[in-house]
């Protein structure tokens, strides 16, 4: 049911104006974006802090079930389009700028990214939480408040600098709420023993521990017209006054704030590490006390909790959760073990991302016991009790050994979410699968009830009606208004995808778009690209898996074959990369310089021209993504198969009509079905190619560099010099690539690259096909949609019920 806001311009001016008044005392015309920016986010909080404090009533007076979403990464990009968009107002608000001779999009570009994520999972927890109020589920976040998120990239001389990302800055957070009286102490550290406590019980006693105050800030997450406001709790670090004497420096302090200074501290140091497990407990810790205490106030009995509470464990990063929530159960609330384990599963969820195994959590058993030491008791118990349990059952004993929580010395927080919890769910079809019959392949032999599939999904309403509103435009022209309410109403696109004037109104959306980025890309590189040449896009995290470099030999081969003949036929192209590299992952590094070095040798070739143009863009984020997304003709998702668990930028460049260029790996596969074979370009090994290549050890890079030559001349490239300034760069490539025998098989799928790019090339010039494929990507790609896939955890998962149309009237 659609409920928006009415409000009126004329009122909007008003309520604007008066809020600018008292905050800022200037004139208006005086304003900078900044302050202009800060008196819009204060008029919204006015507009919905009625709804946030109904909502909280609502499902409190109902006794609603909450599904808490921990996430050591959220990753919203900027909130004031999408609260204006969500409260109805958006077009309102614009025109009340308009009125008042003020630069909107000025005003937009004020807000620093909220970047507390990395990629795809701290954007896919960002999603889920606009999904979760957009269709009215009582759903939570539960994560850190970094005043850092992940760095800010520059690029010096090719090379990426990592500078903080002081997203926070001086103007802090304008969405948050600091919740005093929900703040909770946590615990590291000292010495725990069991004493008696009577009746035959016992309990920890703690000795030389570090307390710390854990304070939530709370960030409204608004439903899309629906007046649902949920929360996304962020949490952060202070010293209890009782043990202010423990820390007489600013330096003493400042190692304590370090614990929510910044997303991801390096790792590569022992202190590194225990600050990570640090702040992953902290956050933890914190949102389950406070959840336990919430449900008390209910005042039903805690051995049922999870009938209205469920937590969600995103990834390992808050995978202590089963253990910390026994711990509470047992120790703070004296429940006894099988009752508060038979609580802990029912409640406890896991979603894994990725079947890259540095990416499955372990702590060796010394830092772990140190850090947390009755939380590690607590572990080594119930690690004991499931391997009694799986031996009374008669398990097979090497699938329980290889399943157990503590093993040689680590405990793998993968297992304890497993063990710990009833779910298992990967984020694609293809996926899932591996986990079943690889990754996870013992548990799924021990528990398969356990495991289903939850394929991602994204926020449609960011990626049109934000990112490409002419686009948006164009869709009502052609289908009417509905699809902005109802995504699957989109399907009607279908019927128009061969109609010339539809395509041609679809192609001039897209060169709107394209020029949008061009004029970034000069002004911020310098370099003019033509909006004639396909747009061809590769922006995501650098990680030899997602094979940038492959695109990058691609790039060479065309080069070449230009220098070879330049007076050949030649379809233009820009290449256009956004991508950071980890800070402590030289390869990916390496990567990046090659990139720019290679833009500065064929930008400047004046035999080149327009014919080829390849672009870096730094800094890639989510504001950039709305830039360019909209902008591309070519998405590349070029993976190894079965390496890329599912990938959600494929699915927001399919919405706004690129053709995806694509191998058989994550939900690519799920695009081609919802699209059609015909309307995706598909090329390279499937996973069941690449795994023979595991199983028989086959695989032999220098046979294919020796013999086919146009792959030997694109190699060679790397390190004979014709790429300047990258010598030792071009040499780690090589070396990759050759001497270790390419790791990700880049060689063997080479050839069938460039022809499926020469397929590209050939189907963009004739525009009617390739508008037909673009389209019919648009027209398709309601599946997915983060909102379906919030319902289906929500059902399936976290059984809630969905509340009903309650009184969520807006202001
Ligand atoms: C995966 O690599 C997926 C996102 C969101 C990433 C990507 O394919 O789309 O998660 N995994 O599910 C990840 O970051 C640490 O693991």
Redesign the pocket.
């Known amino acids: 049911m659609e409920q928006t806001m009415e409000l009126t311009t004329d009122q909007f001016i008003r309520d604007f104006e008066q809020t600018f008044n008292e905050q800022q005392q200037t004139l208006l015309q005086n304003a900078t974006p900044t302050e202009l920016f800060l008196a819009l986010a204060h008029t919204i909080r006015q507009y919905y802090t009625p709804m946030w404090l109904e909502r909280n009533e609502s499902l409190s007076a109902r006794q609603e079930k909450i599904a808490y979403y921990f996430s050591i990464e959220f990753l919203p990009g900027r909130m004031l389009e999408t609260n204006l968009l969500n409260l109805g107002i958006l077009d309102t608000v614009k025109e009340g700028f308009t009125q008042l001779g003020l630069d909107f999009t000025a005003v937009k570009n004020a807000e620093h990214d909220m970047a507390l994520g990395?990629?795809?999972?701290g954007r896919?927890a960002a999603a889920f939480m606009d999904s979760l109020a957009t269709t009215g589920y009582a759903g939570f976040g539960n994560g850190l408040r970094y005043k850092y998120g992940l760095f800010k990239q520059r690029i010096v001389d090719g090379y990426q600098v990592e500078l903080p990302d002081a997203w926070f800055g001086s103007l802090g957070n304008v969405w948050e709420t600091r919740k005093d009286h929900d703040a909770v102490n946590v615990r590291f550290f000292g010495n725990v023993y069991m004493a008696d406590a009577g009746e035959g019980k016992l309990k920890p006693v703690y000795s030389n521990a570090q307390v710390l105050r854990a304070v939530p800030y709370d960030v409204p997450q608004l439903g899309y017209k629906n007046g649902v406001v949920n929360n996304l709790r962020l949490w952060d670090v202070e010293i209890p006054e009782e043990y202010e004497l423990n820390y007489p420096t600013i330096a003493d302090r400042r190692r304590v704030e370090d614990i929510t200074a910044v997303l991801y501290p390096d790792d590569s140091t022992e202190e590194g590490k225990k600050l990570r497990l640090m702040q992953e407990y902290f956050m933890t810790s914190a949102g389950l006390q406070t959840i336990v205490k919430s449900y008390l106030k209910m005042g039903l009995p805690l051995e049922k909790i999870y009938e209205k509470v469920s937590v969600h464990i995103n990834?390992t990063h808050p995978a202590v959760a089963p253990a910390e929530f026994m711990r509470i159960l047992i120790d703070d609330y004296g429940m006894e073990w099988d009752a508060a384990w038979n609580a802990t599963t029912k409640v406890m969820s896991y979603t894994n991302?990725?079947i890259l195994s540095e990416?499955l959590e372990k702590w060796s058993t010394g830092l772990f016991s140190f850090v947390l030491p009755r939380v590690f008791q607590i572990i080594v118990e119930i690690d004991n009790r499931y391997m009694a349990q799986m031996g009374a059952q008669g398990a097979d004993y090497a699938r329980v050994e290889n399943t157990r929580i503590v093993r040689n010395g680590q405990v793998h927080m993968a297992h304890l979410a497993i063990i710990g919890g009833h779910s298992v769910n990967g984020?694609a079809q293809i996926h899932t699968e591996l986990l079943k019959e690889d990754t996870l392949r013992d548990f799924y032999a021990l528990t398969p009830e356990k495991f289903n599939n939850k394929t991602?999904g994204i926020v449609q309403r960011r990626w049109t009606q934000i990112a490409a509103p002419v686009l948006s435009q164009t869709i009502d022209k052609w289908i009417g208004f509905e699809w902005r309410n109802d995504i699957h109403a989109l399907r009607a696109l279908n019927d128009v995808v061969d109609n010339p004037r539809a395509q041609n109104d679809f192609w001039e959306v897209k060169q709107l778009a394209k020029k949008r980025l061009a004029d970034y890309i000069e002004e911020t590189t310098g370099v003019h690209v033509s909006t004639d040449a396909i747009f061809d896009v590769q922006v995501k995290r650098l990680h030899a898996y997602k094979r940038q470099l492959l695109n990058v030999m691609h790039i060479i081969k065309l080069y070449w074959d230009i220098k070879d003949n330049p007076e050949g036929d030649f379809t233009p192209r820009v290449f256009i990369f956004g991508a950071k590299a980890a800070p402590g992952y030289h390869f990916a590094k390496s990567i990046i310089k090659v990139i720019n070095e290679l833009a500065n040798l064929i930008n400047n070739d004046p035999e080149i021209g327009d014919k080829l143009k390849v672009v870096f863009l730094e800094n890639y984020r989510v504001s950039l993504a709305e830039l360019i997304i909209p902008a591309a003709n070519v998405s590349e998702q070029i993976s190894l198969a079965s390496k890329?668990?599912?990938?959600?930028s494929n699915m927001k460049f399919m919405m706004t009509g690129a053709v995806t260029m694509a191998t058989l790996d994550?939900a690519n596969i799920e695009i081609r079905d919802e699209v059609g074979e015909e309307n995706i370009v598909i090329f390279g090994m499937t996973k069941d190619e690449v795994y023979h290549h595991y199983e028989t050890h086959d695989y032999n890079a220098r046979y294919l560099y020796d013999t086919d030559p146009v792959l030997h001349r694109v190699i060679n490239t790397f390190v004979d010099g014709t790429i300047p300034r990258c010598q030792s760069e071009g040499s780690e490539i090589f070396d990759a690539l050759v001497t270790y025998n390419d790791e990700y098989f880049l060689l063997e799928d080479f050839q069938s690259y460039v022809a499926a790019q020469a397929r590209v090339s050939a189907l963009y010039r004739d525009r009617e096909r390739w508008m037909h494929m673009s389209m019919m990507n648009i027209a398709n790609s309601d599946k997915f949609t983060s909102d379906d896939t919030i319902r289906q955890y929500a059902e399936e998962i976290w059984h809630l019920s969905l509340p009903h149309a309650g009184r969520h009237r807006a202001a």
């Not at 990395?118 to 999972?121: D, P, R, V």
């Not at 890329?644 to 959600?648: K, L, R």
């Open positions: 990395n990629g795809g999972l896919l990834d991302h990725t990416a984020v991602n890329e668990a599912s990938g959600t994550g």
